[in-house]
């Protein structure tokens, strides 16, 4: 197998991984970034998505992450979510009350500013993912 | 002389003061300990994000249409003053000191001909500089019903300075607070949010070239934001351990104060008692010799 490289996750309250994997696929804004040890540094913005971390060629832990940032250098992954919460603690009840939410101020942000109503687009396609990822967990 | 009952009954109200102050010193113990956790909880991702915001910084340094966060508006005539304290007293000068530091800046700065606005985070802070700057007043924020404060309220403190930038209501945004330095020592620092201080990428990072995904400008735009709430989240969190610290040592100075006060009534309280003996014993001896 090839090497490793250290991957963090960081979200404002606390450091929630830090450990050596051999894969990562983070949802980049531009679509979905596998990395690898030895990536060419980078800076992402993240959307809405799910955060899955490979060992041993298996999945060992994916975790939901609504939105935020990552640094890829060649041997280290940082990854700054706003939150993360395991895939698997989804519940699909809350996912569609986030939806529904989010569709809420989608619509009340319709006569603001095009920053604004974008971020409110965000917001609402990252909530529109957690569901999804939420039904299938 | 005050009679002996007077002084057991005061013997007793500073016994009993005394054991709130112990009960609180306590509490605050207990408290300090997780405020420090959730401190330090939070560094790490304030390092990883000041390490991001130097290699975009260094990215975009030098463009002119960098964003107002991070370069502000180019001037120096109005200042914004975010204050931060705590929510509640009884923790020694902790809230004063704040409030002083934050009147000597404001006085500072409109002696250099700034305009100042003022915007307090924290009970404490408003009412202390209400009294002379009320007019200067433009936001008030407080968390005293919550236990404890999450990013996503300093995410609310932020985007108030954050609209308030867009409408151009200042040029340079200042946050005071209390700087945790240790257990018993707080001060009072000033921190420049806006224009944004970016720190100098470091060794490794300096030299790499990123790839930017989206653009350095789209991803610095929602990068920004983020910064100054975390940098909020930072001086409540530290205020907020500070504040505990100060009330535990302002409450364990009072334990000590009220048990001095014992320690000196009760000596009162047995010299009196032994000199009203005396006393009943001298009239008693006098009357049996009259006899």
Known sequence: ???????????????????????????????????????????????????????????????????????VTPERVTVLADEASPLATLSRAKAEADLAAAEADYAAAATDTPEKREAAMDRLLSMRVKKELAEAA | MPSLKSLRLRINSVKSTRKITEAMKLVAAAKLRRAQQQAEAARPYAERMARMLGALGAAVAGEPEAPKLLVGTGKSDIYLLVVVSAERGLCGPFNSNIGRFARNRVRELEAAGKTVKL???????????????????????????????????????????????????FDVCELLYNRFVSVISQTPSAQQLIPAEVPEAAGESAQAQYDFEPSEEEILTKLLPRNLAIQVYRALLESGAGFYGSQMAAMDSATRNAGQMINKLTLNYNRTRQANITRELIEIISGAEAV
């Open chain 1, 1 to 71: 197998m090839a090497g490793t490289f250290l991957l963090e996750l960081v979200s404002p309250e606390k450091l929630l991984l830090s450990r050596q994997v051999e894969m990562v696929v983070i949802p980049a804004a531009e679509g979905e970034l596998g990395v690898l040890p030895g990536h060419v540094p980078a800076i992402v913005s993240l959307r809405g998505g799910a955060v899955r971390v490979y060992e041993g060629g298996q999945v060992t832990e994916s975790l939901f992450v609504p939105a935020g940032f990552a640094e």
């Open chain 2, 119 to 169: 915007m307090s985070v924290g009970r404490k802070a408003a009412s202390y500089l209400k009294r002379e700057f009320a007019d200067r007043f433009v936001g008030e924020v407080s968390f005293a019903n919550q236990k404890r404060v999450s990013f996503d309220d300093a995410s609310s403190v932020a985007a108030s300075i954050t609209a308030q930038l867009e409408d151009g209501a």
